[in-house]
């Protein structure tokens, strides 16, 4: 008879995760850091720094040390509270790995072959890309699945690979007839900024990977780095628009415009209403400020924090020892 296990999935648990692959961006910020400060309330948090999945490309092992204290400080920094949430590194958890192996034997070749994130970062090398970065998804659906987590904030460039976490589960649950031993985690993908693209190029994310550091505004950007890449931001000769089809075809303009709009948490509409008709010369003025409100506090408060590693380093043992407590038992089930 299929064994039910709803009694043992939690009502409200969020785990999420950042690559510690570089600067964190704006992007990492408004898509998914922001809400998980806002979620902090009223979900049992779990937040990860990612470091197994950054090795599935080449790492520098000092550079990643040292990443991974940089994430560690800016989760800080946002407001990201450690007595309530977990946060540690990933590879401090060894049953994330140990889950990742089973969903390997889960997971279906055709499955990974469709996801996008594996096509761009393997690109036309796809023979030399490592296995790991081909099963990071599995991974990602084992980081999720051993807390049983319910929610799952992430940008919209996670979709897929929370589509497929959510197949993992429920081919693992049919394959050894149990019912809810995993659950079927829920995207939350939020508002204005679920996809910030690049300052360079309105069809491309604005990314970490970007070679081009005027691609995107980093958390520890100060005045005049910020002002400098929004003054060179990509845009075209026409002022603003006051009405949201006038963004259309704009993609720089559209771009710049949902950026203002949740850095001041709002809608584009409402945006507009403020700052349609300016010219860009005016609007990036405005928007130099307001970045400048906003991500300032963050990034002075990620130096400060950064002097001291060793509460860095304690933050991280204190997560993965709490963040174990909550999966081995999972896993022993
Ligand atoms: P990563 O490190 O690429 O990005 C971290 C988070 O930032 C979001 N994000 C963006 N949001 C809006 N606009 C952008 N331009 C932008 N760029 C990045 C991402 O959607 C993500 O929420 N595979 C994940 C890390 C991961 C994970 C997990 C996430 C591993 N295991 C389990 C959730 C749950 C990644 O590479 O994110």
């Known amino acids: 008879m299929t064994k039910d296990y709803s009694d043992k999935l939690p009502t409200n648990r969020i785990f999420s995760g950042v690559q510690p692959t570089g600067n964190l961006h704006l992007g990492n910020y408004l898509g998914a850091i922001r809400n998980w400060v806002r979620m902090q309330q009223d979900y049992e948090c779990v937040f990860c720094v990612v470091d197994m999945h950054a090795i599935t490309t080449w790492q520098d092992p000092s550079a990643l040390r040292k990443s991974i204290r940089e994430v560690t400080a800016s989760f800080i920094a946002s407001g990201i509270d450690v007595k309530k949430s977990a946060l540690f590194n990933q590879s401090r958890n060894p049953n994330h790995a140990e889950l990742a192996w089973v969903f390997n034997c889960v997971a279906r070749m055709g499955w990974l072959n469709r996801m996008t994130q594996f096509k761009e970062k393997a690109g036309k090398n796809r023979e030399n890309a490592s296995t790991g970065l081909f099963s990071y998804p599995n991974l990602m659906a084992a980081d999720i699945l051993a807390y049983k987590a319910t929610h799952v904030p992430v940008g919209e460039d996670q979709k897929q690979h929370l589509e497929l976490t959510r197949d993992i589960a429920n081919k693992f ?11 079927e985690p829920e995207p939350v993908i939020l508002g204005q900024a679920a996809r910030v693209m690049s300052l360079r190029d309105g069809s491309k994310k604005m990314s970490k990977s970007d070679q081009s550091d005027y691609s995107r505004i980093n958390l ?51 945006a507009l209403a403020e700052v349609g008709g300016k010219s860009f010369k005016d609007f990036k003025e405005i928007l130099t400020e307001l970045a400048v409100e906003v991500l300032g506090p963050i990034g002075e408060e990620m130096q400060r924090l950064l002097n001291d590693e060793a509460y860095i380093d304690s933050v991280l043992k204190d997560g993965a020892e709490r963040a174990q407590a909550i999966t081995q038992p999972i896993i022993d089930d």
């Open 220 to 270: 520890t950007d100060d005045r005049d780095a910020i002002a400098l890449k929004l003054r060179k931001a990509k845009t075209d000769p026409e002022p603003l628009p006051t009405e949201m089809d006038g963004l259309e075809d704009r993609a720089e303009a559209r771009n710049l415009v949902g950026i203002y709009a949740a850095l001041q948490d709002m809608t584009s509409e409402q």
């Open 173 to 183: 649950n049919n394959d050894w007839d149990v019912s809810n031993f995993f659950p």
